[in-house]
T-cell receptor, first 116, second 113 residues
Framework: ETGVTQTPRHLVMGMTNKKSLKCEQH?????MYWYKQSAKKPLELMFV???????ENNSVPSRFSPECPNSSHLFLHLHTLQPEDSALYLC???????????????FGEGSRLTVL | QKEVEQDPGPLSVPEGAIVSLNCTYS??????FMWYRQYSRKGPELLMY????GNKEDGRFTAQVDKSSKYISLFIRDSQPSDSATYLC?????????????FGTGTRLTIIP
């Protein structure tokens, strides 16, 4: 495995379900990110972990819960989502810890989430 | 006013044409400018990065920054069908981390053979 891998690639869930998205980076990077990508909207940063500690939480609803057990893995736990949460969820990593502005993020292929 | 404005397109051009993709931004504090390319069903990948006004070339791609107008452009010469993708501009400020990247909406580009 190389780069940033995300599973599952597609997920359909009801509003009362609990599911999790998984991200793994094989690049030895120090920071990991969750982004939400919706049609016709800019990428929205949700969470940032730097050296396994959360450094940024952009006022994301509590129905999204991140977990970063180590520097290579990142999870997004989903609970009682709404239909408007349907989107592509992208995981990214960067070599430098959050706080460096090199701008190079390495993205996974995303998890396409549909909430019914 | 949005911090970054980008026409979402879609934009369709014939193979071999020169493509111009553009973004405008509102905050003069932004100093780092990036273009990401996102193929269908893939994540974005960094295409070009610059931090100064002027032009930066990489093969068929040229990134142009005009800080006085707060305007950035990406030019693609001799466009190929393989260039069909969504192109996202991203900007940042000094001493602000990657988490402070501000993205445009992305322009969906199709190169017609």
């Amino acid at each position: 495995e190389t780069g940033v891998t995300q599973t599952p690639r597609h997920l359909v869930m009801g509003m009362t379900n609990k599911k999790s998205l998984k991200c793994e980076q094989h690049l030895g990077h120090n920071a990991m990110y969750w982004y939400k990508q919706s049609a016709k909207k800019p990428l929205e940063l949700m969470f940032v972990y730097s050296l396994e500690e959360r450094v940024e939480n952009n006022s994301v609803p509590s129905r999204f819960s991140p977990e970063c057990p180590n520097s290579s893995h990142l999870f997004l736990h989903l609970h009682t989502l709404q239909p408007e949460d349907s989107a592509l969820y992208l995981c990214a990593s960067s070599q430098d810890p959050a706080g460096s502005s090199t701008g190079e993020l390495f993205f996974g292929e995303g998890s396409r989430l549909t909430v019914l | 006013q949005k911090e970054v404005e980008q026409d979402p397109g879609p934009l369709s051009v014939p193979e071999g044409a020169i493509v111009s993709l553009n973004c405008t931004y509102s905050n003069s504090a932004f100093q780092y400018f990036m273009w990401y390319r996102q193929y269908s069903r893939k994540g974005p990948e960094l295409l070009m990065y610059t931090y100064s006004s002027g032009n930066k070339e990489d093969g068929r791609f040229t990134a142009q920054v005009d800080k006085s107008s707060k305007y950035i452009s990406l030019f693609i010469r001799d466009s190929q069908p393989s260039d069909s993708a969504t192109y996202l501009c991203a900007i940042s400020r000094p001493n602000f981390g990657n988490e402070k990247l501000t993205f445009g909406t992305g322009t969906r580009l199709t190169i017609i053979p």
